[in-house]
């Protein structure tokens, strides 16, 4: 994989943003996927089958799509799920064996989270192949910080140990930031330094957040 490839620029972009690279790329792509699932759904009748088999999307993604809006493509979506649910359930309170579970399909992955996954996959390789660019290395010292799902899955796949002490050190680096602006933050909430003006260590609860679980709350422009 070289600096070239479409995964490292995008990375690289990432890098400037401020958040997890892996949390961002994924965003993006995930926005990307939504927006075109938007359309199809409007447009192709296979997709919408391939989304009743899966029984809809996982709860994150239903809303990820709501807030992206169309209530056309909404419309068309759930009155195909809502029709499906009802065939299912009429079959199974008509069944006289007294059945009550639903049907396997209904019980199949998010097709989002598998793409998801797969995007994943794609990113944390090509971090991994990244840090041995220079370019990219000097960048990721600089501004480099995942969060702990994504640095676990990144540190447990190097392959060196030149690579893995490099990681370790930078995230080591910005979560001793981190940490002492929790702490910061702790010490002024403290009444005898009331009077203290808050400083960047006013959002780090959130920061904190987003390291510990991912992101969930980039804002990423269609
Ligand atoms: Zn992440
Ligand atoms: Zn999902």
């Known amino acids: 994989m070289r600096a070239t490839d479409p995964i ?4 690289e972009q990432a890098l400037a943003e401020g958040a997890c690279p892996v949390c961002h790329c994924l965003a ?3 926005t990307r996927s939504l927006t075109n ?3 199809e759904f409007v447009n192709d009748p296979l997709t919408r089958d391939r989304l009743r088999a899966s029984g809809g999307f996982c709860r994150d993604h239903s809303w990820a799509l709501q807030q992206m809006g169309d209530p056309l ?10 029709g499906g649910f009802c065939a ?19 019980e199949q992955p998010c097709p989002v989270c598998r793409e998801e996954s797969e995007t994943q996959k ?8 990244a840090v041995h660019e220079s370019n990219f290395r000097e960048k990721y010292r600089k501004q480099g910080f995942l969060c702990r799902p994504h640095f676990r899955a990144v540190y447990s796949q190097a392959r060196s140990n030149e690579v893995r002490s490099f990681l370790a050190e930078v995230q080591l680096e910005r979560l001793s ?6 702490k910061e933050f702790i010490r002024k909430s403290d009444y005898r330094y009331a009077g203290e003006l808050p400083g960047t260590e006013r959002d780090a609860w959130i920061r904190a957040v987003r390291f ?11």
Not at 73 to 82: E, N, P, Q, R, T
Not at 88 to 106: D, K
Not at 122 to 129: D, T
């Open 8 to 11: 490292i620029y995008n990375l």
């Open 28 to 30: 993006t792509a995930t």
């Open 37 to 39: 699932l938007l359309y």
């Open 88 to 106: 299912g359930l009429q079959e199974l309170a008509a069944s006289r064996n007294g059945r009550s579970s639903f049907p396997a399909e209904m």
């Open 177 to 182: 930031h981190l940490n002492s602006e929790l």
């Open 212 to 222: 510990w679980v991912g992101a969930s709350d980039l804002k990423i422009n269609k």
């Open 73 to 82: 493509a909404h419309s068309i979506i759930y009155a195909d799920l809502i």
């Open 122 to 129: 794609r990113y944390v390789e090509g971090l991994l192949a």
